[in-house]
């Protein structure tokens, strides 16, 4: 129960419905079979939120006829910060004893911002680089709600305060339902468009998550009366009719938990599902006579986590992260044992830190300096976030780690050339090597994994006879087939543009050879593969003399110069765990690549190449060769083991079609 809750009366239904939203979302973490759609459970939350919080503004400006900001800002506080800041205190002590510098680098600057409650700003806002670390590893991901509902906190009683001015309280109240009712038009306005067009913003910042505040408000201001305690009483009829409300709106929760995933835009008008159904479950609960689904909710198991729900929350994504590397595993019995670890945690947290603080009155007596309390200590964790950030890139640059940092940008030069714009747009932007008059010409054609074989094509092709073209869109498969891109959360236009376009580009040109290559990772169907595959190659064989399909290269479960850099920066404990190499065994890369090579059976100057046997010799993957990287993440390879491979590469093609000119594996600069 939260302050809100003493001040308006406790309600076993909202209880029950905070136990449904955190298992919905510990369930989507953990990978629980069938609930992938799990993260609905957040948006559960912010409506709640928006319920108790604007009842609980509403009747103390009712009763006093005025708010008291220092003591509304101070019982946030101690409801949320002292279980965070612990959270965080361990969390960082454990990444700094279990994670290496590497994977270090990539926490710190979230944790700074979680103890400023800005980590859904950090995470909007942060630089959506397509080589860098993926955020789904990131330990604080997750406070990036906490951060919307601590700004929502903010904002949302001077929002009452202005719309409930010194007039009658009925009239001020009526003005209130009108204003809350527009900022939800345009929130939920803003939300759907941005869920398109940037939908980083959309997901995280509170202005686009507003509508859901706002919901929860009006189904406080519609179903309560103000200045008492009591609720809403229907007819008995209509009292019938709220409770298949009460029921409907638990099984929308539940089917969107179920039936949602991270294969499609959200929020935008998707999120109004889950939203709605929280909204349906408070209409219900609000009239006392009615039972129905709050009886289930009022079940002991349910009220004990919903108790609890706060302290699970904050501490089971990062003993899930924790939990993979101490296991060396992901497996579903690891995955289980953490979420029962994480419950116990958030058990004491409850008991030894949620409990004692909140009832700590002295801090209401005292209030403006638990407040500038309140905001030293958050200050000081980010200033303590800050150091370990600094201490780590110390780290990183000592002789022992700098040839691992330096494999994590050992790429191809064409990303600093502007050959690639990744998602920002459609534009065909050729990068031109050799001589312009040169008789022949060569396409490197793709996504990144096209891309990551210019050092090899470019010291093959590296003479006078030879002009060599790079066409990449990173994440753009040579596939005609439209795609949700998860990583930028829409469906991914800019490729299907701008492959269209490059395409008719070759066709105006007429090269002699054109390499392709595309992640094997897309998602497409069987029927995807071949059929989108087979329109690109109808395209190309009619352009060029001869098209060359080259393999994706394998896809590991670890990134390399991180992997290769914890080795020595984990305890020694941990090092047994850890070898930086994988035994290659992909069925579905297998069959993709099958289904490639049946498309291209249909066309006489097209053939394929498999270097996944020289990359992984005897089909084991390894981040490090004599002491050459690998690998520059957990799929690209460095620059430097590309060009490595030229030879190879230019015996098997020539096997393939005799090549007009002569080839040079000449030292061209291929990387940063």
């Not at 527009?182 to 998550?209: G, H």
């Not at 002699?512 to 897309?522: A, E, F, P, R, W």
């Not at 994988?582 to 890369?589: G, I, R, V």
């Not at 799929?635 to 000119?661: C, D, N, V, W």
Request: net charge neutral; glycine share 8%.
């Amino acid at each position: 129960m939260n302050d809100g809750e003493y001040r308006l009366g406790y309600r076993s239904d909202i209880e029950g419905l905070r136990a449904i939203a955190v298992l919905l979302v510990v369930s989507a973490h953990a990978a629980l079979p069938g609930l992938a759609g799990g993260f609905v459970g957040v948006d559960v939350f912010f409506v709640l939120s928006g319920f108790l919080i604007t009842g609980l503004l509403v009747r103390e400006i009712g009763t006093t006829g005025r708010l008291r900001f220092v003591d509304f800002y101070v019982r946030r506080l101690r409801r949320l910060l002292p279980a965070l800041a612990v959270m965080l205190l361990v969390v960082c002590v454990l990444a700094a004893l279990l994670l290496g510098p590497a994977e270090q680098q990539d926490q710190a600057d979230a944790a700074g911002a979680a103890a400023l409650w800005l980590s859904n700003v950090h995470f909007a806002f942060a630089k959506l680089d397509y080589f860098s670390a993926d955020t789904q590893t990131n330990l604080f991901l997750h406070t990036w709600s906490l951060g919307v509902e601590e700004q929502f906190y903010l904002v949302w009683p001077l929002l009452l305060i202005w719309l409930l001015p010194d007039q009658t309280f009925a009239k001020g109240v009526l003005r209130l339902k009108i204003g809350i009712c527009v900022v939800m038009v345009v929130s939920l306005t803003l939300c759907v468009w941005l869920t398109y067009v940037a939908p980083q913003l959309a997901f995280y910042m509170m202005p686009m998550r507003a509508w859901q505040f706002s919901i929860g408000a009006l189904t406080w201001l519609f179903f309560n009366q103000y200045g008492k305690h009591e609720t809403w009483q229907p007819h008995y009829r209509w009292a019938m009719v709220m409770r298949g409300v009460g029921w409907l709106g638990l099984a929308m929760i539940l089917v969107a938990g179920i039936a949602f995933n991270t294969h499609m835009p959200y929020p935008g008008a998707y999120a109004s599902l889950p939203t709605l159904g929280a909204v349906f479950v408070l209409a219900a609960g609000s009239a006392a006579s009615v039972g129905g689904v709050g009886r289930l909710l009022s079940w002991r198991p349910l009220q004990a986590l919903g108790r609890i729900s706060y302290s699970w929350y904050l501490w089971h994504w990062p003993v899930l992260l924790l939990g993979t590397v101490v296991a060396d595993s992901g497996a579903m019995s690891y995955r289980l044992l953490a979420i029962a670890i994480s419950l116990m945690l958030a058990m004491a947290s409850y008991r030894w830190v949620e409990e004692p603080v909140r009832h700590q009155r002295r801090l209401l007596t005292y209030g403006r300096k638990t407040l500038l309390l309140a905001i030293a200590i958050m200050a000081l964790g980010d200033l303590s976030a800050a150091l370990w950030d600094a201490r780590i890139s110390v780290h990183m640059d000592s002789p022992e780690l700098r040839r691992f940092t330096k494999a994590r940008i050992d790429s191809p030069i064409i990303y600093g050339m502007g050959c690639d714009d990744w998602y920002s747009s459609d534009e065909v932007k050729p990068c031109t090597f050799g001589a312009t008059n040169a008789p022949h010409t060569v396409v490197l054609m793709g996504d990144s994994i096209a891309g990551q074989w210019f050092p090899a094509v470019s010291r093959i092709f590296g003479n006078s006879d030879w002009r060599l073209l790079v066409l990449t869109k990173s994440s753009c498969p040579m596939v005609d087939e439209p795609f949700f891109y998860e990583r930028i959360g829409r469906e991914y236009g800019e490729c299907d543009r701008w492959r269209d376009r490059s395409l008719t580009y070759l066709n105006t040109i007429k090269p002699d050879v054109v390499l392709i290559s595309t992640v094997g990772t897309n998602g497409f169907s069987e029927r995807e593969w071949v059929d989108g595959t087979t329109r690109v190659l109808s395209r190309l064989g009619k352009a060029s003399r001869h098209v060359f399909i080259l393999r994706s290269t394998p896809d590991l479960p670890f990134n390399g110069p991180a992997c290769l850099a914890a080795h020595l920066g984990r305890p020694k404990w941990l090092g047994s765990t850890f070898s930086c190499g994988t035994t290659l065994n992909d069925p579905h890369a297998d069959r993709v690549f099958q289904w490639i090579q049946r498309a291209a059976g249909g066309f006489s100057n097209v053939s394929t190449i498999d270097l996944n046997d020289e990359i992984c010799p005897e089909r084991i993957c390894t981040a490090e060769r004599q002491g050459q990287v690998v690998f520059r993440d957990t799929q690209h390879l460095t620059a430097s083991f590309a060009a490595s491979l030229a030879p190879i590469l230019e015996k098997r093609m020539s096997g393939m079609y005799p090549m007009s000119g002569e080839s040079n594996i000449s030292d061209l600069p291929v990387s940063h």
